[in-house]
């Protein structure tokens, strides 16, 4: 805070130091006013509106005290010049910038900023036009920041880069009096080439992912069989009952055609006789 206010009052002198000159001009500009009034009020009176400040120019130099408003204010006819500057945030769009990434992609990548004047007095006179200079900035350091990042930073961590560009502009355009409220990435097109190749790679990792899971269920399910196995052959009549009930669930399904297995020990039986 303290660097901010030793800039400013280094690049404001008071209007102390205007001259025997610049008096005796004012005192002229008085005069004029007195000879011609009321008329004269019509150029004296001034009126900014609440979002607005006005930065009062006397014989060229910035007037003490920096901007007035809002409301009335008064100006020396012929003296006093003013500039209005608008405090309300405004934004715009950065055009798509064609970027080459870090893994050596081209990506073309649009995004939006918003920002507000702080310091009406250093937005006049320290930068011939605010607005438009933090736009160009702003284009500028998205080449910058985006390039040193991957393809999968650039789309898996957007809100970081969001950050740290909104620091970076932030930084840079506190001597002009601007403060960079947010900035946010829009969007990030990938060549048709690129898009079809990371689509196949995503397709191809699923199914790599579902063979595996099926694989994994068939080693369970074989697991399991073989435990009931194991179960049933302790005990001959639980084979029986596991043959009713699945002859008893054929039936179920309203089949025209079922088929019994026959025991071939029943076989061997009538063959030994």
């Known amino acids: 805070m303290s660097?901010?206010?030793?800039?400013?009052?280094?690049?404001?002198?008071p209007d102390g130091s205007i001259g025997c000159c610049?008096?005796?001009?004012?005192?002229?500009s008085f005069f004029i006013l007195l000879l011609f009034f009321p008329f004269s009020l019509i150029c004296a009176i001034k009126i900014v509106q609440e979002y607005e400040r006005a930065v009062i120019f006397r014989l060229g130099r910035v007037k003490q005290g920096g901007a007035v408003g809002p409301g009335l204010f008064f100006l020396f006819p012929c003296v006093d010049t003013f500039r209005s500057?608008?405090?309300?945030t405004f934004?715009?769009?950065?055009?798509?910038?064609?970027?080459?990434t870090?893994?050596?992609v081209?990506?073309?990548?649009?995004?939006?900023?918003?920002?507000?004047?702080?310091?009406?007095?250093?937005?006049?006179i320290n930068v011939e036009n605010a607005h438009q200079s933090t736009k160009l900035l702003a284009a500028t350091t998205l080449r910058n920041i985006l390039g040193t990042k991957l393809l999968s930073e650039l789309l898996t961590d957007r809100e970081?880069?969001?950050?740290?560009m909104q620091e970076v502009l932030d930084h840079a355009t506190d001597p002009w009096g601007v403060k960079v409220e947010r900035v946010e990435m829009k969007d990030v097109r990938l060549p048709i080439q690129m898009q079809r190749a990371m689509a196949a790679e995503a397709e191809a990792g699923r199914e790599a992912r579902a063979k595996v899971i099926a694989a994994e269920g068939e080693m369970k399910a074989s697991r399991a069989l073989k435990e009931a196995a194991d179960v049933i052959s302790e005990s001959p009549s639980a084979l029986q009952l596991r043959y009713l009930q699945t002859l008893?669930?054929?039936?179920?399904?309203?089949?025209?055609?079922?088929?019994?297995p026959f025991p071939v020990d029943i076989m061997s039986a009538f063959a030994k006789k």
């Open 3 to 13: 660097s901010l206010e030793d800039r400013k009052s280094s690049s404001i002198d």
């Open 22 to 28: 610049g008096y005796i001009l004012i005192g002229l």
């Open 85 to 88: 500057v608008d405090l309300r």
């Open 91 to 100: 934004s715009y769009d950065i055009p798509p910038q064609e970027i080459l």
């Open 102 to 104: 870090k893994d050596s």
């Open 106 to 124: 081209t990506v073309a990548v649009d995004a939006v900023i918003y920002a507000r004047v702080f310091d009406a007095t250093m937005s006049i």
């Open 160 to 164: 970081s880069i969001s950050h740290n």
């Open 248 to 260: 008893h669930s054929i039936s179920a399904e309203k089949n025209s055609t079922i088929i019994f």
